[in-house]
C-alpha cells in the first residue's frame, strides 16, 4: 500500500471516528449503549419526565415486561452518571415487586435477554471472552466476573461450533463457559444459591455487570466474529511452517522453562538469549519461505492478539512488552486504562512474544523477591519506588540484549543463505505490521513514560538483566532435554 493509499484511508477512518462521536454526543452525551432493546446505535435512553412512570402492573403480562426492561435501563444509566440513589431504588423494585404475578421470572428473562445483547455488542466492539469477564472483573470484582461468564456461555449458545474461531473456543474453555443451569427459567435462583446471596444482592449484581458491558470501549477486531468463523481459518492463515512453529515453540518453552527454574541469573539470562536466538532464526526462516513458496505474492497480512498487563508496575510490564514485541519484528500498543496490550505482528512472532514476555516477567518477578524490600534514611518503605525502577532497567537492558540476539540471527540467517536477498523481506513484514497498526490504530499517540525515581532499583535492575554478559553463550545449546 502506498503512502497517498494510506493517508487517504487515514483521513477516512478519522471523518467516521467524528461522525461516530457526534452521533454519540447528540443522542446521549456518551451514555452506555442500550443493551435492553432498540437500536444500539442510538444509545441508551433515558426515561422520559422524573421519578417512576406509571404503569399498570395489574395489566397484561408485556406491560409487566416493559416495566422490567424501563427499570433494568434506568439503573444502568442511574449507574452511568453516578446516581446511586436511583440505581438502588430500581434494584430495590426489581427484587421486589409486590402484586405482579410472575414478576421474579419476568425480572429473571428481562436480565438475562439484556446481558446476552450486551454481550454481542462487545463482540461487535471487538472484545473477546476472556478479555470481557476480565475487565469486568477488573471494574467489580470475582463475583461480578462469574455472572459474565455465564452470561457470555449464554450467548455462545446461539452459534454453530463449526462458525466459532478457535481462539474464542480456547478462550470458552479456559473460562469454563458453560451453561450450567440448564434451563433460563429459574437461572437466577440457581445462581443465588451458588453464590450464597439473596434477591436482591444479585439482581444489583446483574445490573452492574450489564452496566460493565454496555460501557465498553471500541477495540479492534482481531479474529471472527462467532457465527462468522470457518472452521480450519487458523491453520491456513498461519501456514506455512505451522507444524516447524510447533515444534520450535516447544524447545523455546523448554529453555525458558530451565530459565524461570534455576537459581543462577547468568543462566537464566544465558538461557533467554538462547531462546530468542532459535525464535528469531524461526521468524526469518518463515518469512522466506512465506515469500518463496508456490504463488506467494507478497509478505502475508498481520495478525494481533491481546496481552494482560496487571497491577502492579503496568507502565514498567508496558515497556517490558514494548521491547520484547520490538525485538521479534511486532508492535505493542497499550491500552492503559484498560490494563492490557494489543500486539500486532504475523503469528509466529506473536507466539515468540508471548511466551518470552510471559517468562521474562516470572524471571523478573524471582528477581525482584530475591532483591527483598528497601527503606530510605528516616525508616519508610521505598520498597515500591525501588522496584518500579528495577523493572524500568530491566525492561530497558532486556530490550538491547533481545536486539543483540536477534541481530545475531539475522546475520547467522545471511552467511547461511549467500545469495539470499533477506533484507527486502523483512523490510516488507515490517512494512505490513506497520499497516495494520495504522489501519486499527489512526489516531495513535506516543508518550514518554518516566517510571525511575530509586537509583538503587535502576542499578540493580540492569545489573540483573545484564548478568549473562559475563559468560559467553556457546556454552548453552537448544539441545534442551
Excluded at 487517504?8 to 452506555?32: I, M, N, T
Excluded at 427459567?185 to 445462581?191: I, M
Excluded at 519484528?329 to 512474544?353: E, M, Q, Y
Excluded at 554478559?469 to 539441545?479: F, K
Amino acid at each position: 500500500m502506498g503512502k497517498a493509499n494510506r493517508l487517504r484511508r487515514r483521513a477516512k477512518l478519522k471523518d467516521r471516528e467524528k461522525e461516530r462521536r457526534r452521533r454519540a454526543h447528540r443522542s446521549g452525551q456518551g451514555a452506555p449503549r442500550s443493551a435492553a432493546g432498540g437500536q444500539a446505535s442510538t444509545g441508551w435512553q433515558a426515561p422520559s419526565g422524573t421519578g417512576w412512570q406509571h404503569w399498570d402492573v395489574g395489566g397484561s403480562r408485556s406491560s409487566a415486561a416493559d416495566l422490567a426492561e424501563e427499570l433494568v435501563s434506568e439503573a444502568v444509566h442511574a449507574q452511568f452518571h453516578g446516581n446511586q440513589d436511583t440505581f438502588g431504588r430500581c434494584a430495590a423494585k426489581l427484587a421486589d415487586m409486590r402484586g405482579v404475578p410472575g414478576w421474579q421470572r419476568i425480572v429473571e428473562r428481562a436480565l438475562i435477554a439484556s446481558l446476552v445483547r450486551a454481550v454481542t455488542t462487545g463482540w461487535q466492539r471487538g472484545w473477546q471472552p476472556a478479555e470481557v469477564v476480565r475487565q469486568v472483573g477488573r471494574q467489580f470484582g470475582a463475583r461480578h466476573a462469574r455472572l459474565a461468564t455465564d452470561a457470555v456461555a449464554a450467548e455462545m449458545r446461539g452459534y454453530s461450533s463449526v462458525t466459532v474461531d478457535e481462539r474464542w473456543e480456547a478462550q470458552l474453555a479456559g473460562l469454563g463457559a458453560t451453561a450450567w443451569w440448564g434451563s433460563d427459567d429459574g437461572y437466577l435462583e440457581r445462581w443465588r444459591d451458588r453464590e450464597r446471596t439473596d434477591l436482591k444482592a444479585a439482581v444489583t449484581c446483574a445490573l452492574e455487570t450489564l452496566f460493565a458491558f454496555a460501557t465498553l470501549p471500541e477495540l479492534g477486531s482481531l479474529c471472527p466474529l462467532p457465527g462468522t468463523a470457518r472452521r480450519g481459518a487458523l491453520d491456513s492463515e498461519c501456514k506455512p511452517g505451522r507444524l516447524v512453529d510447533q515444534r520450535m515453540l516447544g524447545r523455546v518453552r523448554a529453555l525458558l522453562a530451565k530459565a524461570e527454574s534455576t537459581e543462577f541469573p547468568e543462566e537464566a539470562e544465558a538461557l533467554t538469549s538462547r531462546a530468542q536466538e532459535l525464535m528469531s532464526r524461526h521468524s526469518i526462516d518463515d518469512a522466506l519461505l512465506a515469500v518463496a513458496g508456490p504463488g506467494a505474492a507478497g509478505p502475508g497480512q498481520a495478525s494481533g492478539r491481546r496481552l494482560f498487563l496487571d497491577s502492579p508496575y503496568e507502565v514498567a510490564k508496558a515497556v517490558l512488552l514494548d521491547v520484547v514485541a520490538g525485538a521479534n519484528r511486532c508492535r505493542a500498543i497499550w491500552h492503559k486504562n484498560l490494563g492490557l496490550s494489543t500486539v500486532l505482528g504475523f503469528p509466529g512472532d506473536l507466539d515468540a512474544v508471548e511466551l518470552l514476555f510471559t517468562s521474562l516477567l516470572v524471571q523478573a518477578t524471582t528477581a525482584l523477591v530475591h532483591a527483598g524490600s528497601r527503606r530510605d534514611a528516616y525508616g519508610r518503605s521505598r520498597t515500591r519506588s525501588f522496584r518500579q525502577s528495577f523493572l524500568a532497567s530491566y525492561a530497558q537492558r532486556i530490550g538491547e540484549r533481545l536486539t543483540d540476539a536477534a541481530g545475531a540471527a539475522e546475520r547467522q540467517a545471511v552467511a547461511d543463505s549467500p545469495g539470499t536477498d533477506l533484507l527486502p523481506v523483512l523490510a516488507a513484514r515490517d512494512r505490513a505490521v506497520d499497516e495494520a497498526v495504522e489501519e486499527m490504530f489512526p489516531e495513535l499517540t506516543q508518550h514518554a513514560v518516566n517510571s525511575v525515581h530509586d537509583r538503587e532499583g535502576w542499578i540493580t535492575g540492569r545489573a540483573a538483566a545484564d548478568l549473562a554478559t559475563l559468560h559467553g553463550r556457546h556454552e548453552v545449546t537448544g539441545d534442551v532435554a
